[in-house]
C-alpha cells in the first residue's frame, strides 16, 4: 500500500514537472510574474530574483531557515545551494523524495521544482546565486571535476533520473562552510562600499571548496559521475588539442560503450555533440572578444578543417563565422 501511494505521489509530480517546464517560460513573456503569484496549470510557485536578491541587484543572497517551515513545491528564477546544517526532513523534487540530514549539499538549479516535507527540526542554509550575472572568472575551477559534478552533472542529472546521491560533508568540513557563510552574510548585510567584490570573493571560496569536497566523496553513485566529470575536465582544459573517444573512456575507466550510455545520461548528449557545442562556443567567444582571423580561431578552438568548421558553427549558431562577428561588430 505504501509503495502504491508513494508510486502515485511520484507519478502525479512527474506530470507537475513536465507542465511545468513547458508553461513557465510562456507565462513570463506574456505577463509578468506578479500576475501569476502561482503557475495557474500547476500550482508550482516561482520565485523572482526581484524579490529574494536585493535592489541593487546583487545576484547572492544567504536564507537560513531555523527551522524550515512548511514551503509548498516552487522553482526559483535563480539557483541555490543548500546546505542542511540540523534536524531531518525529506527534500522532495518534481521526480523523487530523498531522506536529508544534516552535513547534506545540494545544488537546485532553476527549472526543476522542489520542496521539504515532514520536518522535524529541520535546519538549512539557501545560498541563492545566478551564476551568469556574477560574471564570475573562473579562472582554473573548470579544471575540478568536483565542480562539474556537483554544479553542473548533478543538477542536471536531478532533472531526468531519480537521484540520491548527492555530497555529504563531515563535520570539519562543515565548520569550515560554515565560517564561509557567516563572513559572506555579514558582508550582505553591511553592504559596506566593496561588498560586492568581497561578497563574490568568499562565494568563490564556497563553491572551490565543496568542489573539492565532492572530489572526496565515497558516495558510489557519485564516484561515477566524477568518472564523467574527469572526461569533461579533460575536454574543457584541452579543447584545442585533438580528442577522441578512446582517450575519453579511459580517463573515465570505462569501457567506449559504457562511456559513451553513462555520459549520455548524465549529461544528455552525446560525449561528441558535447565536445562540438563546446568548441563551437569557444570560438564564438573568440570571435567576439579577439581580432585573430577565422583560421586561426578554428584552431585554437579544435577545428583542424575549416570548412567542417564553418558548418558545425552554421549548424549550432544559424550563421558563418565571418557573419557572426561582424553582427557582434555592429551590436557594440
Ligand atoms: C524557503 C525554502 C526554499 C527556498 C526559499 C528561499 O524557505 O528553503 O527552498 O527557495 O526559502
Ligand atoms: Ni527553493
Not at 542536471?156 to 565560517?179: C, I, T
Not at 572526496?216 to 572526461?231: E, F, V
Not at 585533438?242 to 573515465?252: C, F, H, R, S
Not at 579577439?290 to 583560421?295: A, K
Request: proline share 4%.
Amino acid at each position: 500500500m505504501i509503495y502504491l501511494l508513494a508510486y502515485l505521489c511520484q507519478a502525479y509530480y512527474g506530470i507537475f514537472t513536465v507542465i511545468s517546464l513547458t508553461i513557465a517560460p510562456i507565462n513570463s513573456t506574456i505577463l509578468p510574474m506578479e500576475f501569476y503569484p502561482l503557475n495557474w496549470y500547476t500550482m508550482i510557485r516561482t520565485l523572482r530574483k526581484e524579490h529574494w536578491f536585493h535592489q541593487d541587484g546583487f545576484s547572492i543572497a544567504v536564507e537560513r531557515r531555523d527551522p524550515q517551515e512548511p514551503f509548498g513545491l516552487h522553482t526559483h528564477e535563480f539557483s541555490e545551494l543548500v546546505i542542511i546544517t540540523g534536524g531531518v526532513g525529506l527534500h522532495v523534487t518534481g521526480q523523487d523524495s530523498w531522506a536529508l540530514t544534516s552535513g547534506d549539499v545540494f545544488v537546485i538549479g532553476d527549472t526543476l521544482p522542489h520542496d521539504y516535507r515532514d520536518m522535524n527540526k529541520l535546519r538549512l542554509i539557501n545560498i541563492l546565486f545566478d551564476l551568469e550575472k556574477l560574471l564570475i572568472d573562473k579562472r582554473d575551477l573548470l579544471s575540478l571535476p568536483g565542480y562539474h559534478a556537483l554544479f553542473s552533472l548533478e543538477p542536471a542529472w536531478r532533472q531526468r533520473h531519480k537521484f540520491r546521491s548527492r555530497l555529504h560533508l563531515q563535520p570539519a568540513d562543515l565548520n569550515v562552510v560554515s565560517g564561509f557563510i557567516d563572513l559572506l552574510e555579514a558582508e550582505l548585510k553591511r553592504r559596506d562600499a566593496g561588498f560586492g567584490f568581497m561578497a563574490t570573493a568568499i562565494f568563490m571560496q564556497i563553491i572551490g571548496f565543496l568542489s573539492r569536497c565532492y572530489e572526496r566523496s565515497k558516495n558510489p553513485d557519485s564516484r561515477s559521475l566524477l568518472r564523467i566529470a574527469n572526461a569533461i575536465t579533460y575536454i574543457e582544459t584541452n579543447i584545442q588539442k585533438p580528442i577522441n573517444l578512446d582517450e575519453l573512456a579511459q580517463i573515465a575507466e570505462m569501457s567506449k560503450r559504457s562511456f559513451i550510455r553513462a555520459f549520455h545520461a548524465a549529461v544528455g548528449s552525446s560525449p561528441i555533440s558535447y565536445l562540438i557545442q563546446l568548441r563551437v562556443n569557444r570560438a564564438a567567444e573568440l570571435l567576439r572578444s579577439t581580432d585573430d582571423s577565422i583560421t586561426d580561431i578554428a584552431l585554437q578552438a579544435g577545428f583542424s578543417d575549416g570548412n567542417y568548421f564553418t558548418r558545425q558553427f552554421r549548424k549550432a549558431l544559424g550563421a558563418s563565422p565571418r557573419d557572426y562577428r561582424k553582427f557582434h561588430q555592429l551590436m557594440v
